[in-house]
Structure formats: C-alpha cells, structure tokens
C-alpha cells in the first residue's frame, strides 16, 4: 500500500490541510492550522503534522492568477514551502489551486453554512479540491489516459 498523500491550502492567517485515503483514490478534507507570527514554527507544525499522518508526499496548493501568471501570494507561497521543504524529507510538489476556495466557498453556501462557521473550514475543503485534483491527474497517468 501506498503512503497517504497530504494536501496544504496555504494563506497567510490559515492553512487547510486534506489527506487522501489509504489507497490516494480520494481527499478527505481535515482540520485547518492557525498561523503563528513564526513561518518557521508554522512550517515545523506542519512538517510534523504531514508525519504524524503517514505522508509520502505533500501537495500544496500554488495561487495563480486566472490567466495562469504568478502573483505576490504565489511567491509567499512559494517562500513558506522553501521553510516547509528545510523541516521534513517527505517530498513536496505544487498544485494549481486556481478557483478551489470559490469552489469551497460555493459549495459551503450552498450547504446553508454561516458566514462565520465557513471561515473554519473553508481552507481544509479547498486543501481537499487540491488534493482531487492532483489524485486525479496522477491516477489518469498511472492508467495511461
């Protein structure tokens, strides 16, 4: 059996976080981290967080621009991961994570959720969309579509 796959949505107050199932056929949105003022406690938290859940590899969201360009969040971003790639040896690639908090967001209204609850799970449930995504790129590769 494979390790799990962990996926990070990472904004700069909160970080959702997804794992998949054992079998990396689907996400499963988890608990969202609370940012500290410390990037580098931050990044330790969820080098430690992406161990305790049995992680092969972690996926974290990249935030492009709608036309695909790179953003001053992308290089935030880009900048935490570096922290994040310094505290664990588990493997870390990028997702395009483009439209994955509207679509958490459409969903969660949809589901007749509060304004203030969306705000504490929104982050996991785009980490999840994240996390398909990659699944199901990786899972057309492995069968050759």
């Given at each position: 059996m494979e390790k799990r796959i962990i996926a990070f949505d990472i904004g700069d107050k909160r970080i959702?976080?997804?794992a998949s199932d054992p079998f990396n056929?689907?996400?499963?949105?988890?608990?969202t981290y609370f940012r500290t003022k410390?990037?580098?406690a931050d990044a330790a938290a969820l080098a430690e967080i992406a161990k305790e859940k049995g992680a092969?590899?972690?996926v974290c969201g990249l935030p492009l621009n709608f036309d695909g360009s790179e953003s001053l969040q992308t290089?935030?971003?880009r900048r935490f991961v570096e922290r994040l790639r310094q505290k664990t040896q588990i493997e870390i690639v990028f997702e395009d994570e483009?439209?994955?908090t509207m679509e958490a967001e459409r969903v969660l209204i949809s589901g007749g959720v509060r304004r203030e609850?969306?705000?504490k799970t929104i982050d996991s449930i785009a980490?999840?969309?994240i996390l398909e995504g990659y699944l199901e790129r990786m899972n057309k590769s492995k069968k050759g579509v």
């Open positions: 959702g976080i997804a056929t689907f996400a499963l949105p988890g608990e410390d990037a580098d092969g590899r972690i290089e935030k971003t483009r439209f994955t609850d969306r705000k980490a999840s969309y």
